[in-house]
């Protein structure tokens, strides 16, 4: 927390290199989640935009609060995706019925044969339903608690929950035939 | 399929209600749901970040920072820019550490012998804020751990790396590929935006040959093209005690607590304490590209004497005797790694089965003794029946009644072993009724999560002293929880073979277990041989 203060109050008194640091350290992680959980091919200007939002409204974070700096950052974020999707008259896919984005990727049969478990791992994600594939993204791969993801998708945290399973169980469903297989087998170093 | 799967992922959660885990623990495939959805939560732990390098800065360059006017400073806080800078770099250091503590932030991915404090490491061991962690690579593998937030750490053999405050190299070499990651080493603190070598030798004045990078696979693992670096620069690396740091690609700084910051670019390298840079020397043929280093090392000498200050000191027929010992021991080490390699594959061309599934040998048992590992080959451990093909009883004539008679053997004795680990678990307090539902390696782990401090690696070794003959056997009954649960599996390995050999006989017995198309189990709880105090 005390970091966080120093942070804070560094951005407040904008200093350039803390600006710099403060993306440096966030420009990756949030350019991955709003490349896995929002609209295709948009991630670079997406993740700039976000990221001008954030060094305007960081200085609201507060260092006393109960949210650590990267849980606040990523609530802004999911709260700005979401905020994002309306703007662009993107429904949110209903929880039980789903919504596969469809954004021309191969299926993950497709990489079973030939590519690597990320590649086919990173294809089966894009084709979860929305909700499922952010909150999985969410939780499972930058480890956002529940409880706050819960709340900004205004869903109790069981919902959240059976929202996981589902999302891990279809991962698991696409991914066994390649996880059965083993991993490709290494060149041979010379 | 995804159903099942759900249900697997509920029930490993403990959140499948109580009417539904019977139906599904009868389903015979939950473990190998399990596994499944383990390996998948892995895969997802060790997705990388999707933007570095020059895309990461032309993302950066695109923001627009919001225009502020800069509070002034008082001066007694920050009297010199010098301070300044060490302030930043301790708050971006200190950042490193928050996120490198943070839950399941980062995923180890063993390749051989990798222990962690002193336990070994399992597969796609997730590494969280737990206390004290150290990381240590034995002789003959290497590890990786990747973090979706940080980015990704090779380790090659000898490597030890700890968690206590933030990531802290202790000794041996680190191949790094991160955005701003920051970790110390030898009381400097380093921050690599990039791809670096770290090599941290703990000993002042060691020579010591390190072929690490020769061993890295081109990046097939990491999803990254990893660049190699000279064998040159790695052995002028290691000549001296004490940090040295190579930026292969981007940039990283090192500080230490009373030493200015030093910034170096791609292609530069540091020794800690240096006040400047300097440059390996790039990779100018195959050989260099992960090769046996040439005599063109002589050409080098300044790579080596900007390593260490030692060397600045010594004469050319100096500098060159130091290279003639270095490459000798690497190709002393060469030869003894042929050598183990030809053994190896003798004994596969002998057509002597890799592994032995039948009684261990004596020089086995002392082997796994000197490792501190204990073996069990039976399958009670697995809840699964023992099985064999055709091929495998036409090869021993197995009957009919002889193959139900096998069976009844191992059913019984995964039977007796699985009543002495609910009894030993209810004697510990356990809860039998929860037992009773949990897979058979489920108990047994949750016995060993239940012991205290080394317990687990002082029973897996006192089991395989006494197994060896090296130390007197522990009167019966006596020994902690996790020893006796332990015990009684080398029990009940012995026993079954034992109740073969009558039915079958030795000859029979081996030929059946050690057939290829029998079921094999191969379990190997290893923890290291004890540190000296």
């Not at chain 1, 791969?141 to 929202?163: D, F, M, W």
């Not at chain 2, 968690?163 to 701003?180: H, I, P, T």
Request: hydrophobic residues 40%; contains cysteine.
């Amino acid at each position: 927390m005390e970091l966080d203060r120093l942070t804070v109050e560094r951005l407040r008194r904008g200093e350039r290199d803390a600006q710099d640091a403060f993306l440096r350290r966030y420009a990756p992680v949030l350019h991955s989640f709003v490349r896995r959980a929002g609209p295709p091919g948009a991630a670079d200007d997406l993740t700039q935009e976000l990221l001008e939002k954030l060094l305007t409204v960081v200085e609201r974070f507060s260092p006393d609060g109960p949210a650590q700096l990267t849980t606040w950052v990523f609530t802004v974020a999911h709260r700005w995706l979401l905020d994002e999707k309306k703007r662009r008259h993107l429904e949110v896919a209903p929880l039980e019925e789903g919504m596969d984005v469809v954004d021309g990727r191969e299926s993950p049969d497709v990489h079973v044969h030939g590519r690597q478990l990320e590649a086919a791992l990173e294809s089966a994600l894009q084709q979860l339903p929305e909700a499922q594939r952010r909150v999985f993204v969410l939780t499972q791969v930058h480890h956002q608690p529940l409880e706050a993801v819960a709340e900004v998708e205004r869903v109790p945290v069981g919902t959240l929950k059976s929202r996981l399973h589902r999302a891990r169980a279809t991962l698991a469903a696409a991914l066994e035939p390649l996880l059965h297989r083993g991993p490709p087998v290494k060149a041979k170093e010379t | 399929m995804t159903d099942e799967f759900e249900k697997a992922s509920r029930f490993r959660e403990n959140e499948l209600p109580p009417d539904e885990v019977g139906a599904l623990q009868a389903s015979g495939t939950l473990n190998e749901k399990l596994k499944v959805l383990d390996a998948v939560d892995a895969a997802v732990g060790a997705l990388p970040n999707s933007l570095c390098g020059e895309q990461l800065e032309a993302l950066l360059d695109r923001v627009k920072r919001p225009a502020r006017e800069a509070t002034p400073v008082k001066r007694r806080w920050l009297p010199t820019a010098a301070a300044a800078t060490a302030a930043a770099l301790i708050a971006a250091v200190a950042v490193g550490a928050v996120a490198a503590t943070q839950r399941r932030a980062w995923t180890a991915v063993p390749t051989g012998q990798v222990l962690l404090d002193g336990e070994p490491l399992l597969q796609h061991h997730r590494l969280g804020a737990h206390g004290h962690w150290s990381l240590e690579v034995g002789p003959e593998s290497t590890a990786q751990l990747v973090s979706p937030a940080q980015g990704a750490l090779r380790l090659p053999a000898g490597t030890q790396l700890s968690f206590e405050q933030g990531l802290r190299l202790d000794r041996g070499n680190l191949l790094v590929s991160a955005n701003g990651l920051t970790l110390s080493a030898g009381g400097q603190h380093v921050s690599v935006d990039g791809t670096a070598v770290l090599s941290m030798e703990p000993a002042e004045g060691v020579v010591r040959v390190t072929d690490v990078l020769n061993q890295f696979p081109s990046g097939a693992q990491m999803k990254s093209q990893w660049m190699r670096m000279s064998s040159v620069a790695v052995t002028a690396a290691v000549a001296g005690g004490g940090l040295t740091l190579f930026v292969l690609d981007g940039n990283a700084r090192m500080m230490g607590e009373n030493t200015p910051e030093l910034r170096l670019a791609a292609g530069e390298s540091a020794h800690a304490g240096d006040g400047k840079p300097g440059r390996w020397k790039a990779p100018q043929s195959s050989a260099a590209l992960g090769g046996t280093p040439t005599r063109s090392f002589e050409a080098t000498p300044s790579d080596l004497q900007k390593g260490d200050a030692r060397l600045r000191a010594m004469s050319q027929p100096e500098l060159v005797a130091l290279v003639e010992k270095v490459l000798d021991e690497k190709e002393a080490l060469a030869r003894e790694r042929e050598a183990l390699k030809k053994k190896v594959a003798d004994l596969d061309d002998d057509g002597h089965p890799a592994r032995n599934y039948y009684r261990l040998q004596p020089e086995e048992l002392l082997e796994s003794a000197r490792k501190g590992e204990l073996r069990l080959r039976g399958p009670q451990l697995e809840d699964a029946e023992f099985k064999a093909d055709t091929k495998a009883k036409e090869a021993v004539s197995l009957t009919p009644a002889e193959e139900a008679k096998v069976k009844e053997i191992f059913n019984a004795s995964r039977d007796r072993a699985r009543a002495k680990l609910l009894a030993i678990y209810k004697e510990i307090g356990g809860d039998p009724d929860s037992a009773a539902s949990w897979s058979t390696s489920t108990l047994l782990g949750e016995l060993r999560s239940k012991g205290l401090g080394t317990e687990y690696g002082d029973a897996i070794r006192q089991l395989a002293n006494e197994r060896a003959g090296l130390v007197a056997s522990t009167p019966e009954g006596a020994g902690s929880a996790i020893y006796r649960a332990y015990r009684t599996y080398i029990e009940e390995d012995d026993r079954t073979l034992s109740e073969l050999e009558r039915l079958l006989g030795p000859r029979r017995t081996e030929e059946l277990l050690n057939h290829e198309n029998t079921s094999h189990s191969n379990h190997t709880f290893g923890v290291g041989p004890a540190k000296p105090k």
